[in-house]
């Protein structure tokens, strides 16, 4: 078997510093097929609960909010926070609790949640850990999954290559490969004891402007404008040109894959 390779780290409290509302505006929603599928294969809905861990600005606690009675959302940057119960009280929603922290010491009864995700952001916290608290704080036989998309610097297209060359040259590194779709999650599940793990994936086509393409990139760590400082004018400018080279209308497709890994609590 495998060794177990779990990351132990103290992501920057900072990182996304500036970027929830890019998070929130550019960021490609969470698919209806994922959401649905996950509803479906969980069981979720009606009296249960669900516990956002990492959550950003909601876009996952939000679109799964309708199928839970209490929905906790958790994040340790009060801005993405602040964003997110916003949107949430513009939907509609007062079934969420909005929690500001780190994950690793939120307070949670054990045997008390349906369903745990953590979207694209198991890499930022100790996988170990965490995963040892999920463990404790889902009843037994629910779930917890890890969803996650693509990153634009990691896709197919011509344009995607581009975006790619020109954040690598005004970043000044290559982005360790910390990405949903190249993670075996499904391992670290079935090695702390989950059952029926396994990896559901989905594709659908997206169609995005160069704004909505610099507001995407505006949204990461990697290219947030705290992270450009001084380079954030010509890095936007290059970008801008150089897709217009590509593609005059403005607009390019890309085929978006997401997915999730799922696991198991036992009875």
């Not at 036989?141 to 690598?168: C, F, M, Q, S, T």
Request: a negative charge; aromatic letters at 12%; glycine letters at 8%.
């Amino acid at each position: 078997m495998r060794s177990i390779d779990y990351l132990k780290r103290d992501f920057p409290a900072d990182a996304f510093e500036g970027t929830a509302e890019y998070y929130s505006r550019y960021r490609i929603p969470y698919p209806q097929v994922l959401i649905g599928d996950l509803i479906k294969r969980t069981g979720s809905g009606g009296d249960g609960k669900l516990l956002d861990i990492v959550s950003g600005p909601g876009r996952l606690t939000i679109p799964l909010a309708p199928f839970f009675s209490c929905v906790i959302a958790n994040d340790r940057d009060a801005e993405m926070v602040a964003v997110g119960k916003s949107e949430a009280e513009k939907q509609g929603f007062s079934n969420i609790e909005w929690v500001i922290g780190r994950a690793e010491e939120l307070e949670i009864e054990p045997n008390s949640v349906d369903l745990i995700t953590i979207g694209e952001a198991l890499h930022r916290l100790d996988q170990s850990l965490i995963l040892d608290l999920v463990k404790q704080w889902l009843k037994p036989g629910a779930y917890i999954a890890i969803p996650g998309l693509y990153n634009i610097w990691r896709g197919n297209e011509i344009w995607h290559k581009k975006v790619a060359e020109i954040i690598d040259k005004w970043t000044g590194y290559h982005e360790n490969v910390y990405q949903w779709e190249y993670r075996d999650y499904e391992l670290f599940l079935k090695d702390k004891g989950f059952l029926n793990c396994g990896s559901h994936s989905f594709e659908f086509p997206n169609h995005a402007s160069i704004d909505s393409i610099i507001g995407y990139l505006y949204s990461t760590s990697r290219c947030s404008k705290k992270a450009l400082g001084a380079n954030t004018e010509e890095f936007e400018t290059e970008i801008k040109a150089e897709l217009m080279k590509i593609n005059k209308s403005g607009m390019f497709y890309e085929n978006v894959r997401c997915g999730y890994d799922l696991g198991r609590k036992p009875f």
